[in-house]
């Protein structure tokens, strides 16, 4: 491997630049648990607390860097390992970053964590149950995958492993939008002064 070439300007002078720490906070739960919904609420908070943010979603990830992977579990291994090293590059540039992704395995958020180690990093499954979120189908899609139309649907064809009882969770299912966000502001907030 190629020598790491250090640059003057380091994440330091970015923090004090910026005027507050960089952290990565990565949401994952079920298609329709709430995660673009939350990113997006989270994100217009921290912003107009004056942070500088930004949104990594995984659909969204998927028209352009990932465009060329699918969804067995190898394309979603390399899914996770993209996003979190984008989000790796993000904060050392000083960014609070929110990632929207559906992390269905344990070994891959695992991954992720291993990436992000040495950054301020939150985890957050978002709990809910998945005939709620089969309700709500944002997407349409559970109806799809119902008929047949997508394969390896995540809850419906392919597995979502629920992490440990220790993980950081917020029930969508038990509190609004609003209370999710202010739940998860307040954990970051514990971290960053950390
Ligand atoms: P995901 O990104 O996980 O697929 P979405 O954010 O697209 O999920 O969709 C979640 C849907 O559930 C939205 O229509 C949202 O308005 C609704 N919803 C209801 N309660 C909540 C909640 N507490 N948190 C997030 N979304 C919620």
Known sequence: ????????ITEAHRTAHNGHPSAVVWLYGLSSSGKSTIANALEKRLFEMGNHTYCLDGDNM?????????????????????VAEVAKLMADAGMIVIVSLITPY?????????????ERFLDVYLECDLSTCERRDSKGLYKKARAGEISNFTGISDPFEVPTAEAFRVNTSKYDVNECV??????LRLRLKN
């Open 182 to 187: 202010i739940r998860i502001a307040e954990e």
């Open 106 to 118: 344990q070994e891959h958020r695992s991954m992720a964590m291993e990436i992000l180690k040495n």
């Open 62 to 82: 998927r028209q352009g860097l990932n465009k060329d992977l699918g969804f067995s579990a190898l394309d979603r291994l390399e899914n996770v390992r993209r």
């Open 1 to 8: 491997m190629q020598a790491r070439q250090n640059f003057t």
